[in-house]
């Protein structure tokens, strides 16, 4: 297993002069050279961003990483997609590295061709935690890395594409959709998972969000219930998929994520505000699925009065298993996560360094799953911790519970009847679990041990919350059962491969730091929110100041794309410290650099082929297609309008966009989502500020734009 429970950040100032810093025996440095000034560099789990202010001439920017030890012709670019402008800086994020030091260089393309450039300090990254059953029994069963290998690299072969605002309908992907390898496009999110759910294609798929993603933006690609569904032919299809975002604010507002029939599919470092159901819905046989690092708030309300904060945030049903879901960070989550419904047989899930913050209940409500739960903060939570019902079994070792009410619960019995209470779980029959080594700190509620008075009541063999075990590897007799229905329980954590290592396990004492650094987002996110532990600990109300920031939450990005020339190389794994990687190619396009009042910018695809300090652009060019005569020029050279070919740009300004094709009346080419017919080969259209893709909507051929 991968280990990571510290980030390592670090903001370095720059001056003219090169500085030299020495800590810990280790020398660091960074060097602003000319006119590019780095203002902050740092790692986090297979990740290293750097940030510097806007250099006044440039045209557009270069980001390239290689590890720190290795020559400076090892430097690889980073795909364009992961730069972007905000108000006052830049910023680019290198995904996908294998732990180890780094640097990063940024180069700044000047308007007269010259670039001048700077490199960050040393960078240290470390590896995700690999741990639970989604990494268990691996030789059958896989794991839970998605597009990825297990030291963090994207596996050979990877496919990637981007999804922002402007492009989520947009987006292209060639998907094989038969045995004998034919290939069909598809066009927006919802339409290449669509296309990959046939199961013939599972070749390795990293989906990488960037900034605010609304429902809006998605259109057709989300379903009536709200989910962006990721499917499989049939029960446990191997889809080999990781949805990532990018940087320390990429969002998805106002929808979710369903997961059906599919193995090795990996959620994380995502902002989920707003679903319209559950945040992650892990619904019907999937295996091997691994959702970490995500920052989860309200749903939208639900008809029910218990749906006020939205219903689940990650639920998990229909025989679906060996699932790790780890390192959340739930913000006052009305129903964090229903394990199990009306499952048959046994299944896996483990929950570890999961933040429960003000949240109120099932973290997590059991059915029948065999569980464990470790290292998790429970922070000020209202009604309960860990409920089991329905004959499962839970180990629940090393949490951190600061004032939470009723830290665990089995049905009809213990805490759950006390006071002849109707108990909290329909009726249904109880479970079993095993504690231990969990520090509970201001306890309020109760807490029954079977065998122990250390709880807030005297030992009870017959009607308890849980057995506490005085070692781990101890093993629950069977005679200690569930009060209803009569389970004992499986001893599970003492007999099979649960993908943890005692290792992978911090001490107690250090969980809340651990978990509170570490949780969500990269660097704890871009959604700040700090809660009154005196009135939140103990209500389960929505918290009315809460939900209005989140209606108001807006996105700083101002646009993406480096705007510079992008990477050439062909396909893929990232860098690695020990390796020399190759670049993932950027199958889609986001929109590019900005324009300034009162210019104007010409491209001609005869004289400028794809290059450009502007558009970004990807597809084909043809000098067979014919010779087209405009405004005094004789065009030679096209771009082919095909399904995989776009163009992307950004105006700050109201523009008018003019391009030219072959002479022709009635054809028809998709800007911004609409369709626009050409007029003697001319299509002009008024711009708004904003984002701009160009793609196909009928095949013709592109000689000339201007934005003007």
Same mark, same amino acid.
């Given at each position: 297993?991968?280990?990571?429970?510290?980030?390592?950040?670090?903001?370095?100032?720059?001056?003219?002069?090169?500085?030299?810093?020495?800590?810990?025996?280790?020398?660091?440095?960074?060097?602003?050279?000319?006119?590019?000034?780095?203002?902050?560099?740092?790692?986090?789990?297979?990740?290293?961003?750097?940030?510097?202010?806007?250099?006044?001439?440039?045209?557009?920017?270069?980001?390239?990483?290689?590890?720190?030890?290795?020559?400076?012709?090892?430097?690889?670019?980073?795909?364009?997609?992961?730069?972007?402008?905000?108000?006052?800086?830049?910023?680019?994020?290198?995904?996908?590295?294998?732990?180890?030091?780094?640097?990063?260089?940024?180069?700044?393309?000047?308007?007269?061709?010259?670039?001048?450039?700077?490199?960050?300090?040393?960078?240290?990254?470390?590896?995700?935690?690999?741990?639970?059953f989604a990494f268990a029994n691996q030789s059958t069963f896989g794991t839970g890395s998605g597009a990825y290998n297990e030291d963090g690299t994207l596996q050979n072969g990877a496919q990637v594409i981007?999804?922002?605002?402007?492009?989520?309908?947009?987006?292209?992907?060639?998907?094989?959709?038969?045995?004998?390898?034919?290939?069909?496009?598809?066009?927006?999110?919802?339409?290449?998972?669509?296309?990959?759910?046939?199961?013939?294609?599972?070749?390795?798929?990293?989906?990488?969000?960037?900034?605010?993603?609304?429902?809006?933006?998605?259109?057709?690609?989300?379903?009536?219930?709200?989910?962006?569904?990721? %499917? !499989? @032919? =049939?029960? $446990? #299809?191997?889809?080999?998929?990781?949805?990532?975002?990018?940087?320390?604010? /990429?969002?998805?507002? *106002?929808?979710?994520?369903?997961?059906?029939?599919?193995?090795?599919?990996?959620?994380?470092?995502?902002?989920?505000?707003?679903?319209?159901?559950?945040?992650?819905?892990?619904?019907?046989?999937?295996?091997?699925?691994?959702?970490?690092?995500?920052?989860?708030?309200?749903?939208?309300?639900?008809?029910?009065?218990?749906?006020?904060?939205?219903?689940?945030?990650?639920?998990? %049903? !229909? @025989? =679906?298993? $060996? #699932?790790?879901?780890?390192?959340?960070?739930?913000?006052?989550?009305?129903? /964090?996560?229903?394990? *199990?419904?009306?499952?048959?047989?046994?299944?896996?899930?483990?929950?570890?360094?999961?933040?429960?913050?003000?949240?109120?209940?099932?973290?997590?409500?059991?059915?029948?799953?065999?569980?464990?739960?470790?290292?998790?903060?429970?922070?000020?939570?209202?009604?309960?911790?860990?409920?089991?019902?329905?004959?499962?079994?839970?180990?629940?070792?090393?949490?951190?519970?600061?004032?939470?009410?009723?830290?665990?619960?089995?049905?009809?019995?213990?805490?759950?009847?006390?006071?002849?209470?109707?108990?909290?779980?329909?009726?249904?029959?109880?479970?079993?679990?095993?504690?231990?080594?969990?520090?509970?700190?201001?306890?309020?509620?109760?807490?029954?041990?079977?065998?122990?008075?250390?709880?807030?009541?005297?030992?009870?063999?017959?009607?308890?919350?849980?057995?506490?075990?005085?070692?781990?590897?101890?093993?629950?007799?069977?005679?200690?059962?569930?009060?209803?229905?009569?389970?004992?329980?499986?001893?599970?954590?003492?007999?099979?491969?649960?993908?943890?290592?005692?290792?992978?396990?911090?001490?107690?004492?250090?969980?809340?730091?651990?978990?509170?650094?570490?949780?969500?987002?990269?660097?704890?996110?871009?959604?700040?929110?700090?809660?009154?532990?005196?009135?939140?600990?103990?209500?389960?109300?929505?918290?009315?100041?809460?939900?209005?920031?989140?209606?108001?939450?807006?996105?700083?990005?101002?646009?993406?794309?480096?705007?510079?020339?992008?990477?050439?190389?062909?396909?893929?794994?990232?860098?690695?410290?020990?390796?020399?990687?190759?670049?993932?190619?950027?199958?889609?396009?986001?929109?590019?650099?900005?324009?300034?009042?009162?210019?104007?910018?010409?491209?001609?695809?005869?004289?400028?082929?794809?290059?450009?300090?502007?558009?970004?652009?990807?597809?084909?060019?043809?000098?067979?297609?014919?010779?087209?005569?405009?405004?005094?020029?004789?065009?030679?050279?096209?771009?082919?309008?095909?399904?995989?070919?776009?163009?992307?740009?950004?105006?700050?300004?109201?523009?008018?966009?003019?391009?030219?094709?072959?002479?022709?009346?009635?054809?028809?080419?998709?800007?911004?989502?609409?369709?626009?017919?050409?007029?003697?080969?001319?299509?002009?259209?008024?711009?708004?500020?904003?984002?701009?893709?160009?793609?196909?909507?009928?095949?013709?051929?592109?000689?000339?734009?201007?934005?003007?």
């Open positions: 297993m991968n280990k990571s429970v510290t980030k390592v950040t670090s903001y370095v100032l720059l001056f003219a002069l090169a500085l030299s810093i020495i800590a810990s025996g280790v020398a660091s440095k960074a060097v602003h050279a000319l006119g590019v000034s780095i203002t902050g560099s740092g790692g986090w789990n297979e990740t290293a961003f750097v940030e510097w202010t806007p250099v006044s001439n440039a045209q557009g920017y270069n980001v390239y990483v290689k590890p720190a030890s290795a020559a400076d012709t090892q430097y690889k670019q980073i795909d364009t997609q992961l730069i972007r402008q905000y108000p006052s800086k830049w910023r680019a994020d290198a995904v996908g590295l294998a732990a180890g030091n780094y640097v990063m260089k940024v180069e700044a393309v000047l308007s007269g061709g010259s670039k001048e450039s700077a490199v960050t300090s040393t960078i240290t990254v470390k590896a995700h935690d690999r741990s639970g981007y999804i922002t605002s402007a492009t989520a309908q947009t987006v292209t992907l060639d998907v094989i959709t038969s045995s004998s390898g034919t290939k069909q496009t598809g066009v927006g999110l919802g339409a290449i998972l669509a296309l990959r759910q046939k199961g013939y294609d599972q070749s390795p798929l990293a989906i990488r969000f960037i900034g605010k993603v609304t429902d809006a933006n998605m259109g057709s690609s989300i379903n009536s219930s709200g989910f962006l569904q990721v %499917k !499989g @032919a =049939s029960a $446990y #299809t191997r889809m080999n998929t990781t949805i990532e975002g990018i940087g320390n604010d /990429a969002t998805v507002y *106002g929808w979710g994520f369903l997961l059906r029939n599919v193995g090795n599919v990996e959620v994380r470092n995502l902002g989920i505000l707003l679903f319209q159901d559950d945040a992650v819905s892990m619904d019907t046989s999937n295996v091997n699925i691994w959702v970490h690092n995500n920052d989860i708030t309200y749903g939208k309300a639900g008809g029910d009065a218990d749906q006020a904060k939205g219903d689940g945030s990650t639920d998990l %049903k !229909g @025989a =679906s298993t $060996y #699932t790790t879901i780890s390192y959340n960070h739930y913000w006052d989550s009305g129903k /964090a996560a229903l394990i *199990g419904l009306s499952e048959s047989s046994e299944f896996f899930v483990t929950f570890h360094h999961n933040w429960f913050d003000h949240s109120d209940s099932r973290h997590p409500r059991i059915r029948k799953g065999t569980i464990h739960i470790y290292n998790n903060f429970f922070d000020g939570v209202s009604k309960y911790g860990s409920g089991m019902t329905t004959g499962g079994s839970a180990f629940v070792e090393s949490n951190y519970y600061r004032h939470s009410k009723n830290p665990m619960l089995i049905s009809l019995q213990g805490t759950d009847i006390a006071g002849g209470a109707v108990g909290t779980f329909s009726g249904e029959n109880g479970g079993m679990i095993k504690a231990y080594n969990n520090s509970i700190v201001d306890l309020v509620g109760g807490l029954v041990y079977a065998n122990s008075n250390a709880g807030s009541a005297p030992a009870n063999a017959t009607s308890f919350d849980a057995y506490l075990a005085s070692t781990r590897s101890e093993t629950v007799p069977s005679s200690y059962k569930a009060l209803v229905g009569g389970t004992s329980y499986n001893n599970f954590d003492t007999t099979i491969d649960t993908g943890v290592n005692v290792a992978d396990i911090d001490n107690v004492s250090t969980v809340e730091q651990v978990v509170t650094a570490e949780a969500g987002r990269l660097g704890n996110g871009d959604f700040t929110w700090t809660f009154n532990d005196a009135v939140d600990d103990t209500s389960s109300d929505l918290n009315s100041a809460l939900m209005s920031k989140i209606l108001n939450y807006t996105s700083q990005l101002v646009s993406v794309g480096g705007n510079s020339t992008p990477p050439t190389s062909t396909p893929a794994p990232t860098v690695t410290p020990t390796t020399t990687p190759t670049i993932t190619p950027a199958p889609t396009t986001t929109p590019a650099p900005t324009t300034t009042p009162g210019t104007s910018v010409v491209h001609n695809f005869t004289t400028d082929g794809k290059t450009s300090p502007f558009f970004t652009i990807v597809g084909n060019l043809s000098t067979s297609k014919g010779t087209v005569v405009y405004n005094g020029l004789t065009l030679t050279q096209c771009l082919k309008m095909e399904s995989s070919t776009s163009v992307g740009f950004t105006t700050t300004t109201a523009k008018t966009l003019t391009l030219v094709f072959n002479p022709a009346n009635g054809l028809k080419v998709k800007i911004d989502g609409t369709s626009y017919a050409m007029t003697n080969g001319i299509v002009s259209v008024s711009l708004a500020p904003g984002q701009h893709t160009i793609v196909k909507e009928d095949v013709t051929n592109l000689y000339y734009m201007k934005v003007d």
